[in-house]
């Protein structure tokens, strides 16, 4: 199974930018997918998921009204639409997937935004 994230990039305040996990090597069916992310110095931070059963979405409150999490069963592909990014958004994004029996994690993409 291999995540792969794309879409990161440097972008000013207030600018937007959607992030991209390709999953291959399985089907797309997961307990749950999400996103998180960790800035220098932190720890790792979940930033929004959805589950595989129906489709719930759940935000952390530093991205509520901002970001958009998402996914294309077609595409085997999830994203991330973050709008109004803001200088403390700079951080590494990564992109989980939880499944029956394992945990599986993409090598990260980095987000940076100027203030």
């Known amino acids: 199974v291999q995540l792969v994230e794309s879409g990161g990039g440097l972008v000013q305040a207030g600018g937007s930018l959607r992030l991209s996990c390709v999953v291959s090597?399985?089907?797309?069916?997961?307990?749950?997918m999400g996103w998180y992310r960790q800035a220098p110095g932190k720890q790792r931070e979940l930033v929004a998921f959805i589950t595989g059963r129906d489709g719930s979405i759940k935000y952390m409150d530093f991205v509520k009204g901002r970001f958009t999490i998402s996914r294309d069963n077609a595409k085997n592909t999830m994203y991330l639409e973050m709008n109004s990014l803001e200088p403390e958004d700079t951080a590494v994004y990564y992109c989980n997937a939880v499944g029956f029996l394992d945990v599986y994690w993409g090598q990260g993409t980095q987000v940076t935004v100027s203030s």
């Open positions: 090597g399985t089907t797309f069916s997961f307990n749950t």
